[in-house]
């Protein structure tokens, strides 16, 4: 089955910029999709097809996919950003949905 | 408003049965693909279950057997029927609308199914 790995952790100060990044192989020919998450609530989409944003969504979160890493960035990164984010593709050949097992973002 | 909500939760022995709803609001689920994910406590996401709009439907390997997902178009709701529950499936259990790529948006607000004895 598909694989998504994630770093556990990433922390970045206030109005910095923080790269979250899903590994997987030749993740790259895929769709990737993040989610953002905070405490005691549902996912929310974030980004989809690699880099789209969906409305209502900051410019300051934008995506990108290649080869056999895809990232997730947020640029001038606010306290209200703190969450957990996970990156979720669809393998091909089984049908399923795959979720990476999840970056939590700390706000310094 | 596009709008998921979940409902059917609650405590379970191990062994027993459960059947969790998803009403949408907002959308006909008759036209889109659904999914079911679900979040152990302290855990990340694990997708559960999918029904395509023509009724084929796919299932995690750690459900596939047990679970079962439908759904009624007159209701406009989605469901995931639940057996031989294991401690292991205590989880926040939340659906979603599952988009042309295969992207999830929105989901519902979750219903805690705890298997425990």
């Known amino acids: 089955s598909y694989v998504l790995t994630q770093p556990p952790s990433v922390s970045v100060a206030p109005g910095e910029t923080a790269k979250i990044t899903c590994a997987g192989n030749?993740?790259?020919?895929?769709?990737v999709h993040w989610y953002q998450q905070k405490p005691g609530q549902a996912p929310v989409l974030v980004v989809y097809?690699?880099?789209d944003r969906p409305s209502g969504i900051p410019e300051r979160f934008s995506g990108s996919n290649s080869g056999n890493t895809a990232t997730l960035t947020i640029t001038r990164v606010e306290a209200g950003d703190e969450a957990d984010y996970y990156c979720?593709?669809?393998?091909?050949?089984?049908?399923?949905?795959?979720f990476g097992g999840g970056t939590k973002l700390t706000v310094l | 408003d596009v709008q998921l909500v979940e409902s059917g939760g609650g405590l379970v022995q191990p062994g027993g049965s459960l059947r969790l709803s998803c009403a949408a609001s907002?959308?006909?689920?008759?036209?889109?693909?659904m999914s079911w994910v679900r979040q152990a406590p302290g855990k990340g996401l694990e997708w559960v279950s999918i029904?395509?709009?023509?009724?084929?439907?796919y299932y995690a390997d750690s459900v596939k057997g047990r679970f079962t997902i439908s759904r009624d178009n007159s209701k406009n709701t989605v469901y995931l029927q639940m057996n031989s529950l294991r401690a292991e499936d205590t989880a926040v259990y939340y659906c979603?609308?599952?988009?042309?790529?295969?992207?999830?948006?929105?989901w519902g607000q979750g219903t805690l199914v705890t298997v425990s004895s």
């Open positions: 979603a609308r599952d988009r042309p790529t295969n992207w999830l948006d929105p």
């Open positions: 907002g959308f006909t689920i008759s036209s889109d693909y």
């Open positions: 029904i395509y709009t023509g009724g084929n439907t």
């Open positions: 030749n993740i790259g020919s895929k769709s």
């Open positions: 097809d690699d880099s």
């Open positions: 979720q593709v669809w393998d091909s050949s089984s049908d399923h949905r795959v």
